[in-house]
C-alpha cells in the first residue's frame, strides 16, 4: 500500500478510516474518507490488531468450548437417556453390568474334575479342596467368563433371613474369552477385580484396600495377582469384610484364564486353602 489516503482502519473499528500517508497510519480515525489529510507532523497511530481477527479467535475459542460442553453432556447423560448404564457408575465406583455380562453364559456343561483329582476350567486347574470345601458346580455369573467352576464352604446361612441366601468362602477357576480388549493379564485383571465387586456384591457399598498387585507366572505364563481386602456393611451378616486373591493367566496368544478366591475374615482359616490352591494352580494343554 504505496498511495496516501483514506483507508479502511486497519484496527478493524466498522465505517472508521484511518489516513495513509505511504509510511505510517495517522493517529486520528474518521467516518468520513473524503474530509483532509492530517496536517504535517499528525502523531502516528499505533494500530492494534485487527479486532476482525479477535473476533476470529473468540469464535473459534468458543467452538472448541462448546463442543467440549456436548461431547461432556453426550457421555455423561445420552447412556441414561437411552436406558444404558454409565459403565464404571456401579456403588463404590465399581463396575456395572452393562459392562461386564458380555460373554457370560451357562458354565455348568464345561464343569469338571481331572483323573488326578483337580478341579478344571478352561486350562486352569488346582487340586480338589477337601472338607469342609463342597463338591464343585458351575458358576454363570463370572464377567467374560463362558463357563465356571467353583467350590464353596459354608459361613453364614440365610443371612439375610430371605430363606435362600447363604453367604460363603469360595475358590473359583474360568476361562475369560478373548476379544474383549485385554492388552494384558494385568489389564485384565485389573478390568476383572473391578467387575466382580460390581456383580457380586449388587448394590451394598464395598471398599476395597489392595494389598499387594505383582506379576505372578504360573507354568512359564504370564499372569498378574491382586491381593485385595474389602470391607463392607451388609445387614444381617456377619462378616464385616473378606480376603480376595485374583490372578489372571495369560494361557495362550488370546486366552486368559480367572483363578478367584474368597475368604470372609469370619474364617481366615480357609484362606490357607485358597493360598493352597494358588500354589498348586497348574496350566493344562
Not at 505510517?24 to 494500530?47: F, I, M, Y
Not at 457370560?104 to 486352569?124: C, F, I, K, P, Y
Not at 439375610?160 to 469360595?170: F, I
Request: with cysteine; glycine share 10%; proline share 7%.
Amino acid at each position: 500500500m504505496s498511495n496516501p489516503g483514506w483507508y479502511p482502519d486497519p484496527g478493524g473499528q466498522p465505517g472508521k478510516f484511518r489516513y495513509w500517508d505511504g509510511t505510517t497510519w495517522s493517529a486520528r480515525l474518521t467516518s468520513n474518507p473524503q474530509e483532509e489529510p492530517p496536517g504535517p507532523g499528525a502523531e502516528p497511530a499505533t494500530v492494534q490488531p485487527p479486532r476482525a481477527n479477535r473476533k476470529w479467535w473468540l469464535a473459534a475459542l468458543a467452538a472448541v468450548v462448546a463442543v467440549g460442553a456436548l461431547i461432556w453432556l453426550v457421555v455423561r447423560f445420552l447412556p441414561g437417556q437411552l436406558g444404558a448404564d454409565d459403565p464404571w457408575g456401579a456403588p463404590g465406583g465399581h463396575a456395572s453390568a452393562s459392562l461386564c455380562t458380555a460373554g457370560v453364559q451357562n458354565s455348568t456343561a464345561r464343569a469338571r474334575t481331572t483323573v488326578d483329582g483337580r478341579l478344571t476350567a478352561g486350562n486352569l486347574s488346582f487340586p480338589l479342596l477337601g472338607d469342609p470345601w463342597q463338591a464343585p458346580e458351575g458358576d454363570n455369573r463370572v464377567p467374560f467368563g463362558t463357563y465356571a467352576v467353583m467350590q464353596e464352604a459354608l459361613d453364614q446361612a440365610d443371612y439375610d433371613g430371605t430363606g435362600g441366601h447363604n453367604w460363603v468362602s469360595s475358590v473359583l477357576l474360568s476361562d475369560l474369552i478373548s476379544g474383549d480388549g485385554f492388552a494384558n493379564s494385568q489389564t485384565a485383571a485389573e478390568t476383572v477385580m473391578k467387575c466382580v465387586l460390581g456383580l457380586y456384591y449388587d448394590d451394598y457399598q464395598v471398599e476395597r484396600n489392595d494389598i499387594s498387585a505383582k506379576a505372578h507366572s504360573v507354568d512359564g505364563h504370564d499372569g498378574w495377582l491382586i491381593e485385595s481386602q474389602l470391607s463392607f456393611d451388609i445387614p444381617g451378616l456377619k462378616a464385616k469384610g473378606e480376603r480376595v486373591l485374583l490372578l489372571v493367566v495369560q494361557t495362550d496368544t488370546d486366552s486368559f484364564g480367572l483363578f478367584y478366591a474368597s475368604v470372609p475374615d469370619t474364617q481366615p482359616d480357609r484362606l490357607v486353602d485358597a493360598r493352597r490352591a494358588l500354589s498348586e494352580l497348574r496350566v493344562e494343554k
